[in-house]
């Protein structure tokens, strides 16, 4: 199973703007899909985005659609999400997630993926 590691949380006022990176170890990063989950306290987990192998393909939860753009850099094994007009009920800590042989980019639930980062938080002030 690969290791990620989230980067680049913190706090960001209302409008504001982050990048968060997920460097993952192993050959295999650019073979499977990747997603971005959250989670807020006392909240259930919840899909973010999801990224095709390649890079051409993506998908958004409706709640951040034309917010937040997912990509990746296969070169450099790492994953990102670059978040805009954060608002805050987008505080959460944020996950990402590589996925199995049979992940798709659409697979929005949990236990689609196989190995998890340790989390980064993210606080968006009002």
């Known amino acids: 199973q690969a290791q990620l590691i989230e980067s680049g949380g913190g706090l960001v006022q209302a409008g504001g703007s982050l990048r968060l990176s997920c460097a993952a170890s192993g050959p295999t990063f650019s073979s499977y899909v990747m997603a971005w989950f959250r989670q807020a306290p006392g909240k259930e987990r919840e899909f973010v985005a999801a990224?095709?192998?390649?890079?051409?393909?993506?998908s958004y939860a409706d709640a951040v659609k034309g917010r937040f753009s997912v990509s990746r850099n296969n070169a450099k094994n790492t994953l990102y999400l670059q978040m805009s007009s954060l608002k805050p009920e987008d505080t959460a800590v944020y996950y990402c997630?590589?996925?199995?042989?049979?992940?798709?980019?659409?697979?929005?639930?949990?236990?689609?993926?196989?190995?998890w980062g340790q989390g980064t938080q993210v606080t968006v002030s009002s």
């Open positions: 997630a590589a996925g199995g042989r049979f992940t798709y980019v659409s697979s929005s639930w949990a236990s689609a993926y196989i190995s």
């Open positions: 990224i095709g192998s390649s890079g051409a393909t993506t």
